[in-house]
């Protein structure tokens, strides 16, 4: 492995955790020189007026989200959002500047022949707003509250049998896919390794008892 590779390698594990992105992504960014200014599109600044807009955001199955509807072109996502901070092929990256001033990847889009066709929301929305889906606020709520809820209104197919600890919730009636990289539950608050943490830690650990992303299909 050359040593630019070898460099670049922190950077482009964070992304893959923190974005959730494909691996085909992470090739194409692995190719480029991430030293380089030219490469990383300035973050679409939204102002709070904007931003304020946007929140909260219903998710609407079958049919987009308050601010996104399943057909609408590039062009007309654009006069929601801005400009994508990012492409990839027929996927769209949006970024944010939230209320803390901080940056951050917000919406994911899909477009298939210029009509919107999946929409990824991501956690980091929340800080704003809300992010519902009916009764639920899909981010806010911990995960086993919303997968109890889904299952009441839905066949919830689940990667793990026992709903705390289950990483993905997908719902093929409503188009719906809800995510986190790992689980976290009231099990692991007595954990002793959890117990030895710092708070901050401990505040990051707790993060992950919630979905970090809400895909929504066409």
């Known amino acids: 492995m050359k040593d630019t590779e070898k460099d670049q390698e922190?950077?482009?594990?964070?992304?893959k955790e923190e974005y959730h992105l494909e691996d085909n992504l992470l090739s194409s960014i692995l190719l480029a020189d991430l030293s380089d200014e030219e490469f990383w599109p300035e973050p679409?600044?939204?102002?709070?007026?904007?931003?304020?807009s946007l929140n909260p955001v219903n998710i609407i199955p079958g049919q987009g989200e308050g601010n996104l509807s399943f057909g609408m072109s590039r062009q007309q996502a654009e006069k929601r959002?801005?400009?994508?901070?990012?492409?990839?092929?027929?996927n769209c990256y949006y970024e944010m500047k939230l209320g803390s001033g901080c940056t951050a990847l917000v919406y994911q889009l899909l477009f298939q022949e210029n009509q919107l066709t999946?929409?990824?929301?991501?956690?980091?929305?929340?800080?704003?707003g809300s992010v519902l889906l009916e009764d639920m606020d899909v981010f806010s709520e911990k995960a086993e509250d919303v997968i109890a809820k889904l299952q009441k209104k839905?066949?919830?197919r689940l990667d793990h049998p026992d709903p705390e600890q289950a990483t993905e919730c997908r719902i093929d009636s409503m188009?719906?896919?809800?995510?986190?990289?790992?689980?976290?539950?009231?099990k692991e608050m007595s954990n002793p390794d959890f117990l030895k943490m710092e708070k901050d830690e401990q505040e990051y650990e707790k993060s992950f008892w919630h979905f970090a992303s809400v895909t929504i299909k066409a």
Not at 10 to 15: A, F, G, V
Not at 179 to 185: P, Q, V
């Open 10 to 15: 922190p950077i482009l594990e964070r992304l």
């Open 44 to 52: 679409v600044e939204i102002s709070r007026k904007e931003r304020t």
């Open 81 to 90: 959002l801005g400009e994508p901070a990012m492409e990839d092929g027929e």
């Open 118 to 128: 999946e929409i990824t929301l991501y956690d980091s929305l929340k800080e704003d």
């Open 154 to 156: 839905a066949e919830c």
């Open 175 to 186: 188009g719906l896919t809800l995510w986190r990289e790992r689980a976290f539950s009231q």
